[in-house]
């Protein structure tokens, strides 16, 4: 395959059209869709069609703009990567996917410790879901895969779950919100409350579901999210009570102005490292594994 034919079909797409390719090329219109004709002549199918006055990529297309931006992600790192072993130090890159369910205070914290080793290194995260990182690591675009759950039995990808730790989860909530109703002790305040949850695939959510059927408590679901972040946020503007784990209910209090409704010890979030090594080696990875099972995360269960 002609890389540069491939290179002139992703800057089609991304551009929209094959004038202002042409311009950002500095080429003219017609060189650039003899390229694209070529490619696709290689390929055996269509990458464009015609939508009135302008190009939209076919199925086809899709998918092969996306092999497209993979193979140039790489170029790119490849470069970069020869660039600084030329220019000075080695930097050792550490690749990290965090699941979009790990609190970013958490992420923070586990991650710190590969900053202080030896070794310069330049941290690259990515934040998604659990099973489209999980296809990353698998092939190896990630070193490292933080999450709240362990990697399930039944996935076939081959990686192992390496615990870091686990915290105890607080309840908040804006004080409009207390005041507007909640009355009681905890958890009975809960009964009838607003609440945001985590989204229905997470572990903690599964939890949470039993833990309140224990109680007996039967709060009003508003809102679900799969990301930790927007979740906090709405509880933030007072649209329901929400949970977090007890080793932030300081910093979780000072930073979005809520309070405490109470804390459990029978609602536990665990931590894990997921990678594709059984014994870890890389420095960075060690490091972030043996500071989170030594600090915080054990001393708040």
């Known amino acids: 395959m002609n890389f540069n034919h491939l290179r002139y079909f ?28 070529l490619l696709e002549d290689r390929l055996g199918c269509a990458l464009f069609r015609k939508a009135g006055r302008r190009l939209e990529l076919t199925d086809d297309g899709r998918v092969a703009l996306g092999y497209a931006e993979q193979i140039f992600s790489l170029g790119a790192e490849l470069e970069a990567a020869i660039g600084r072993s030329r220019s000075g130090p080695a930097v050792l890159d550490l690749r990290v996917g965090i699941a979009d369910q790990v609190p970013k205070s958490i992420a923070y914290r586990l991650l710190e410790p590969a900053q202080s080793i030896e070794e310069p290194v330049r941290l690259i995260c ?97 809102g679900e999210f799969d990301d930790a972040a927007l979740l906090t946020a709405f509880g933030r503007e007072g649209s329901g009570v929400f949970m977090a784990p007890t080793v932030l209910e300081a910093e979780t209090c000072q930073q979005f102005g809520v309070q405490v409704l109470g804390r459990t010890t029978e609602l536990v979030e665990e931590f894990y490292a997921i990678s594709v090594e059984r014994r870890i080696t890389h420095p960075a990875v060690v490091a972030i594994t043996e500071a989170a099972r030594g600090q915080f995360l054990t001393a708040s269960a």
């Open 10 to 37: 992703w800057a089609t797409a991304k551009a929209g059209g094959v004038m202002r390719a042409a311009e950002q090329l500095h080429t003219t219109p017609q060189t650039l869709s003899t390229q694209i004709k």
């Open 126 to 222: 990515h934040e998604g879901k659990m099973q489209d990182l999980l296809a990353q690591l698998s092939v190896h675009r990630l070193d490292l895969l933080i999450a709240d759950e362990p990697m399930a039995r039944k996935l076939s990808v081959k990686a192992f779950s390496h615990p870091l730790g686990r915290t105890a989860m607080s309840f908040f909530a804006a004080p409009k919100l207390i005041e507007a109703g909640l009355s009681g002790r905890f958890p009975k305040c809960l009964d009838g409350a607003p609440m945001l949850m985590q989204g229905a695939a997470s572990a903690m959510r599964q939890r949470l579901d039993l833990w309140l059927a224990d109680k007996g408590v039967h709060p009003r679901f508003v």
